[in-house]
């Protein structure tokens, strides 16, 4: 159980004093093919509230294609300084010839990386770039986020939040901060860095300062499968009854929980190094009836980056 306190972010939405609303959000829409060909139908089905799309990547265009072409859809910008994968990279909309790429001009592999060596002026650059283009391709941007918390500081202590925020600002947009780190260490970020807590705490107030309308919680559960690659590895079943508990224990205020689900093709073995079969794993739970019944059971209350968006905005 969290000790953060929710800020009045549900009384602004128009919600019932307690009420524990959650965003089912799916990162890294646009990463490849077989992530467009289970988050969009998942969207439009109503399994997911809210989705955000990876920019520089490759099927980065048919995404944004997809938003574009259906504006119920609810879909943000997942701003991103990092790429991961051994075999499958992307590199910034703003060119090679900056402080954003490693040796061989790619985006760097981990975080550590992109807070030591990236500058503020080419990060405000290449984030800017990149909401630009969700917006030039017809999307209605609902919020930002960010890949792998490269923004946050959070393994060194070195934060490119002031630039997100004050792009957020400008443009009127939510943004995926958290005032509590409680849960953050399922996702795999590294929480344990200089001062992590306080660059959450100084980031939040100037959020607030700026009117850029923030997050009580951020959660979701681990990226790879417990056991994985071995004969003991975590089953759908595992995956399901530690999500099921993950919603049993959303609290008041507004939290996000954020999921991977993409189709488990060849595209998709090929593409990552790890958690092929947990990505496929939660396609089939966010679609699962008991996802569903959970919900209801609890009484949770679903909204949409949209609805963070117009309450900055002054639109409700």
């Not at 992109?114 to 990060?123: C, F, Y």
């Not at 990226?223 to 071995?230: H, N, V």
């Not at 089953?235 to 929980?257: H, M, N, Q, S, W």
Request: charged share 25%.
């Amino acid at each position: 159980m969290s000790t953060a306190a929710p800020s009045d972010l549900t009384a602004r939405l128009g919600l019932d004093p307690g009420a524990r609303a959650i965003i089912l959000n799916a990162d890294d829409l646009g990463m490849c093919r077989a992530a467009n060909r289970a988050i969009v139908p998942l969207l439009e089905a109503g399994h997911l509230d809210s989705a955000t799309v990876m920019v520089p990547c490759p099927w980065a265009p048919d995404a944004l294609a997809s938003a574009a072409a259906d504006p119920a859809l609810d879909v943000g910008v997942h701003l991103v300084l990092t790429s991961e994968w051994t075999r499958y990279r992307w590199r910034p909309l703003t060119g090679v010839g900056t402080t954003l790429v490693d040796d061989a001009g790619y985006f760097p592999a981990d975080v550590p990386a992109v807070e030591r060596q990236a500058s503020e002026e080419d990060v405000a650059a290449e984030l800017a770039a990149q909401l630009d283009a969700a917006l030039a391709a017809g999307v209605d941007v609902s919020h930002l986020d960010n890949h792998m918390g490269s923004v946050y500081g959070l393994a060194t202590g070195r934060s490119f939040l002031p630039q997100v925020l004050r792009l957020a600002a400008e443009r009127g947009l939510p943004f995926r901060l958290p005032r509590s780190l409680d849960r953050l260490e399922a996702t795999g970020a590294d929480v344990t860095g200089p001062g992590a807590q306080q660059v959450l705490e100084t980031a939040t107030t100037a959020a607030d300062a700026l009117g850029v309308v923030v997050l009580d919680r951020l959660w979701t559960h681990p990226f790879e499968l417990a056991g994985e690659g071995t004969p003991d590895a975590e089953g759908y079943d595992d995956v399901k009854a530690g999500f099921l508990d993950l919603l049993r224990a959303a609290e008041p205020g507004v939290t996000e929980i954020f999921l991977h689900p993409m189709l488990h093709d060849d595209e998709l073995a090929d593409a990552v190094d790890y958690a092929a079969s947990k990505r496929a794993f939660e396609h089939r739970l966010l679609a699962d009836p008991d996802v569903a019944a959970t919900i209801a059971a609890e009484g949770l209350v679903r909204v949409g980056w949209r609805d963070l968006r117009a309450v900055q905005r002054g639109e409700r």
